[in-house]
């Protein structure tokens, strides 16, 4: 009976080594290769681009709308809780003020300067909003939803062939937008009757 008692010590004690040794080399304690975060998301980028259909295409943007949402860190995605709570509210101050001290805290989360970029323009400070979309755009070139945000400053502003160019953007990394291919095809048309 002490053996058993023994061998369970030990195993217990081994547990969090294993743990540890499995984040090191990327295997569960089951010894099958952990995915990484970016090789996840570089994943669904291919499936997204190979969606044939719009319903497919969104149940895969909707897996990287979750990726991109993991901070990593507790007190950022509590911030970041808080400020869409404020949102719903329309507290836009409360909000910006949580937002804010996301950017400072984790200035590599490309999903802060994303939300902080969509409040700016429910405000309507599309300069403030094309800043945080450059972040953005800088830590995930392939941000469908900053790239969105992108088109549509720049058709309300009136730049309509810059906007075009960035529905363009959009749709080479998620061809079955629907939103896009629409506005694409409308600036399409309004830029062919006045003869670009």
């Known amino acids: 009976m002490r053996n058993v008692f023994a061998i369970l010590t030990v195993i217990l004690a081994a547990l969090p080594l294993a743990a540890a040794l499995a984040q090191t080399t990327g295997r569960s304690s089951t010894g099958i290769a952990a995915e990484e975060p970016q090789?996840?998301?570089d994943r669904l980028f291919d499936e997204l681009r190979r969606a044939r259909n719009e319903q497919a295409a969104e149940r895969v943007a909707s897996r990287l709308?979750?990726?991109w949402a993991r901070s990593g860190s507790a007190s950022v995605d509590l911030l970041m809780q808080w400020s869409q709570e404020a949102?719903?509210?329309?507290?836009?101050?409360?909000?910006?003020?949580f937002l804010d001290q996301v950017v400072m805290l984790a200035p590599d989360y490309a999903e802060g300067w994303n939300r902080r970029a969509t409040l700016h323009f429910t405000m309507e400070n599309y300069s403030k909003s094309m800043a945080d979309i450059g972040r953005v755009l800088r830590l995930e070139p392939r941000h469908f939803g900053a790239l969105g945000g992108m088109a549509t400053i720049l058709k309300n502003t009136g730049h309509k062939e810059a906007a075009m160019h960035a529905y363009e953007r959009v749709l080479n990394v998620y061809p079955m937008m629907r939103s896009a291919q629409t506005e694409l095809g409308n600036l399409a048309d309004e830029l062919a009757g006045q003869g670009i």
């Not at 949102?87 to 003020?97: F, Y």
């Open 39 to 41: 090789a996840r998301v």
């Open 65 to 67: 709308r979750s990726e």
């Open 87 to 97: 949102m719903k509210k329309e507290d836009n101050a409360v909000a910006m003020d």
